[in-house]
């Protein structure tokens, strides 16, 4: 790091910035210690890693196959982090020896025409060309080390059997995607007998690096980062059982500590969409200390206002057959896509309110939990008006719709042919998918600004020597709208992977 780098660094620091907006955070309070102020190291390590996740696992078998010691620090008392709660879904592709085993064919261009396609203007380009086009060797790196797929496929949008691996996890499928790269099934989650895909995922890669001779500690809380004189990280500070500890870190830091879904205050700020929505989804770590701490030491951050909201309607699948609609009585949405991009529309686009407008054919055999009944009528009129649409709006909408729904046509957002069907079998039924009142998981994608190997940059898109982040400490492969299951799982895989390989080289 050249004299230049290391000024601006410290300038940073002594205003409390490293960021836009990083003065709304209690900076201070994870504010960089300098080496000298150090008097002993209480524990060392090669490549210190603080979280033990899906990004966290991974960087810690990957240090060890590369021959450098790797330390795991977990806050909780359960290692896993919010992965070990998740769907365990890793969104891979290109022809998987799993797709291939059941006759699905993709390819590496087909995958990133999709990811490329379905991000959006704020799609990490370089990223998702590297993942696509190493997705292969990624899905043989979870398998070696003790990830079990079965070669059984569901054709359901979202896998509801216990021995099924591969699925359509996105909205490949849905307009326009479909006509711009040929779908496939790239979701792979290892069967499970509750569907807790996540569990056996992450007890699959914590087995792996014990056996590998990773080290990891419980009820460890990372606090600050320590920085000698020339700017490179050098380890962290600690809360271990109460006491501080001071951890040497000879290769490096990897700040893997999830996102900041539970920091209310930081939701507040950078992503109030999110603040609006149901259900913070994530371990209770998910307090943001990996993307503070990475702040105070200088590090940039993209797409804080960016995380997945989830409007989960399916399954059954049949509801789709009706139609969304927001405050003005129209439709804005293919609702055959993915969830987390229909609840995308309707918290970043649609103010967070939307009904999902049913009739009897296709409205749920039950009372849901998911969503609650914000009217229902004998027709759609009285819907309408209970609803406070504006006069006439939905009976125009749902007579366009029905007109061609009965032809099999849906021309203004081509939902699947089985997913057409007119709406005039009563009651008619409006469920509320407005983001406060329907179940709405909510999670943060925005953190601090990697390049290729997870390296933390500055404001000056310059490496922090010795600093990573992968995962939700990260703005990685994931983006609003989350455009299917799996992608933040396989980013946190493979650039935890990448910052070892990074560190070990070092």
């Known amino acids: 790091m050249n004299d230049q780098t290391s ?6 620091k002594s205003l409390g910035l490293a960021a836009a907006g990083a003065a709304t955070l209690n900076v201070d309070a994870a504010m ?11 524990l060392e390590t090669d490549l210190l890693i603080v979280g033990s996740g899906v990004a966290g696992v991974s960087a810690a078998i990957e240090a060890r196959r590369s021959g450098i010691a790797a330390l795991m620090l977990e806050r909780q008392h359960l290692p896993g982090g919010s992965s070990g709660i998740s769907g365990g879904v890793c969104y891979l592709g290109g022809g998987t020896p799993l797709q291939k085993a059941l ?3 993709d390819s590496v261009e087909a995958m990133l025409g999709y990811m490329l396609a379905a991000s959006g203007p704020y799609a990490s380009t370089d990223k998702i060309q590297l993942y696509c086009e190493q997705s292969l060797e990624h899905f043989d790196w979870l398998v070696a080390n003790g990830v079990r797929y079965a070669q059984k496929y569901s054709d359901e949008k979202e896998i509801s059997i216990p021995d099924g691996s591969l699925y359509h996890c996105g909205s490949e499928r849905a307009w326009p995607f479909r006509e ?5 099934p790239r979701g792979h989650v290892p069967p499970s007998e509750h569907l807790t895909g996540g569990r056996e995922l992450m007890r699959a890669l914590l087995a792996a690096a014990d056996a ?3 080290r990891l500690i419980v009820n ?3 606090q600050r980062l320590i920085v000698e004189t020339d700017g490179r990280i050098a380890g962290a500070r600690i809360d271990l059982d109460g006491k501080v500890r001071h951890v040497r870190a000879r290769r490096g830091v990897v700040l893997a500590a999830g996102g900041f879904i539970h920091d209310a205050e930081m939701v507040k700020t950078y992503a109030p969409e999110l603040a609006a929505c149901s259900t913070p989804w994530g371990r209770a770590g998910d307090l943001g200390i990996g993307i503070r701490m990475g702040i105070a030491a200088g590090g940039a951050t993209l797409r804080m206002h960016h995380g997945f909201v989830i409007t989960p309607m399916y399954p059954p699948e049949t509801i789709l057959r009706g139609i969304a609609v927001n405050a003005a009585g129209q439709r804005f949405t293919p609702e055959d896509g993915y969830y987390g991009m229909v609840g995308h529309d309707i918290a970043y686009r649609q103010n967070g309110r939307a009904w999902m407008i049913v009739d009897a054919d296709s409205a749920y055999g ?4 998911r969503l609650p009944v914000a009217a229902e009528a004998a027709d759609i009129t009285t819907l309408e008006k209970t609803l406070a649409l504006p006069d006439g709006a939905l009976l125009q909408t749902v007579d366009y719709y029905n007109r061609h729904a009965e032809h099999g046509r849906d021309p203004l957002f081509h939902k699947e042919a089985k997913f057409i069907a007119p709406l005039k079998t009563a009651p008619f039924k409006a469920y509320d998918l407005s983001t406060h009142h329907a179940f709405t998981p909510a999670h943060t994608f925005g953190g601090l600004h990697t390049d290729l190997d997870a390296r933390v940059l500055d404001a000056w898109n310059e490496p922090i020597p010795g600093l990573y982040a992968a995962g939700r400490s990260s703005a990685g492969l994931p983006v609003a709208p989350y455009i299917a299951s799996g992608v933040s799982i396989g980013d946190g895989s493979f650039f935890g992977r990448r910052a070892a390989r990074h560190a070990a080289r070092g």
């Open 220 to 222: 460890a809380e990372a």
């Open 212 to 214: 590998l001779g990773a």
């Open 7 to 12: 000024s601006r660094r410290r300038f940073l």
């Open 180 to 184: 711009q790269s040929k779908p496939a």
């Open 32 to 42: 960089p210690m300098e080496r000298g102020d150090v008097r002993r190291w209480d």
């Open 366 to 369: 039950w009372n849901d939990f």
């Open 103 to 105: 006759g699905f064919d």
